[in-house]
């Protein structure tokens, strides 16, 4: 086997000229081009790409980079738009781009779990259960092409009670920066029959250090799956005013403390409701305001939402169980709703792990094809009053920059992902990175930081971990030189240098 890196230039911004490089996996609009297609600025163009097919390739790609000091950017299917998709922090990095890694090594229906590697995406994996005729329900996040792998090491999320992907995940193989391989929990002992079934292992729990960091190059994990239930209903609630976003959050987050709702619920605000809707006349009407540098106000969503009684707000979720369960799991849902004006129904499309690219089409909703959405993701705590507090504000900077708040919260049981989903055009790039810098700020100031971000804003989150010091920025730079000391993995990934750099 021979692999030999395309290029041996140092990534320094000073010598890349960062042309754009092919052969990615297709994405928007048929580009097969590496990099972020929703930023026009190359600041964090790769200069070239590498696919191996196997982890001894994976293993030959590291020992080469580390001999010519090249940088790679390690992604897995590299769809993860909104984020900065194959972008790297480090311009002209080599994107170490795993999809051609696809075996679905073991799917495990008596005990739900399966082992997958890099290039597996959901669509496989649900393919692949159906080819079987098991009985589980995948995770499905809301588009299916991205990989399970990939996704879950940003801590990506679907809507399966297996859907929190960093805890359904057990059982994890790594190449080290040296081209050491390394498996984790009790894949730490060979051949041990409990990998993807006991998380913990003996000794520390290592997985951890793998999670939105560089310090290796995940080839395997096992992910826990839910199975397929006996009996399930999916519900929508409807809530009329702004301010009921407070009551709805808390009843939500209460229900799922109490193991009532198993998968997280969605809450759409009333923008997102009227461009998700099947309605020519609302889409029409939305049309005229939906151009560069401008919004939908907030009296013409109003008049939407009245003219089809639709809430302010909508949550979405499933609830799950045996047969006999289900009408009383819906009967609580409907006690816990009865003291706030909801509206509650069933809807027939159920959440059961049948993947979807459907969602993709908003990005091109602001009157231009060759949209852009980037995503600002917030952890708050979940009663639902400070969640309507950071909204107000974040809503506010919103509308001072001439864009839609599209509300894309997600509930758990002790914290909301507030997910802002910012539509722009690719000729609005400078107002928008204004935006995300004031929401940032904002929300700092509030004291939330975000779960997951887009490369350009990992430095600016990383320098708001300061408690003692910044003790956490020291140690994780510390553990860089010892396991990366010529910083080939992925630099600045989660604002991660070794030290001395930049
Ligand atoms: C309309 C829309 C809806 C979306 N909905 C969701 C959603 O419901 N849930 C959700 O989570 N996301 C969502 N996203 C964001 C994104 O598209 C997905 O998370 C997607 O799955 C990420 O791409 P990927 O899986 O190919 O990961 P990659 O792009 O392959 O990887 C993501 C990052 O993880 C790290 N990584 C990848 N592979 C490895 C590895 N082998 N070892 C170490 N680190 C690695 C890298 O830093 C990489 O940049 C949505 C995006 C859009 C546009």
Known sequence: MAISLRTSRVCSEKTFPAPLVDGALEGTQGRKSYGDPFSTSGTHAPSGAVRPRAVEEVQEVVKLANKHKVCLWTVSRGKNLGYGRSSSVVKGCVILDLHRMNKIVEVNEEYGYAIVEPGVSFFDLYEEIQRRGQNLWPSVPAIGWGSVLGNTMDRGF????????????????????????????????????????????????????FYQSNFGIVTKIGMHITPAPEAYATLEVSVPKEADLIPLTGTLSDLMRRSIILNSPSIANIFRIALTSKVPEVHAKLAQYMEPNSYVPYDVLEEIRAEHNWGFWKAYFSLYGSVEMLPALIQTVQRAFSTIPAEIKEEEIPYSGIQTLAPLGIVDSRSEKGGAHVDFSPIVPPSGRELYQWYLTAKQRTIAAKFDFFADFHVYPRYVVGIELVIYTLREEARVLELCRNLLHDGAEQGYMEYRTHVRYMDQIAAKVDFNDGAFNKFTRRLKDVLDPNGVLSPGKSGIWNEGVP
């Open 158 to 209: 679907g809507y399966t009670p297996n859907g929190e992907h960093s805890q359904s995940q057990c059982g994890m193989e790594v190449v080290l920066p040296n081209g050491e391989l390394l498996r984790t929990g009790m894949g730490a002992m060979k051949d041990n029959k409990t990998f993807s079934l006991y998380k913990g292992g003996f000794g520390p729990t290592l997985d951890g250090l």
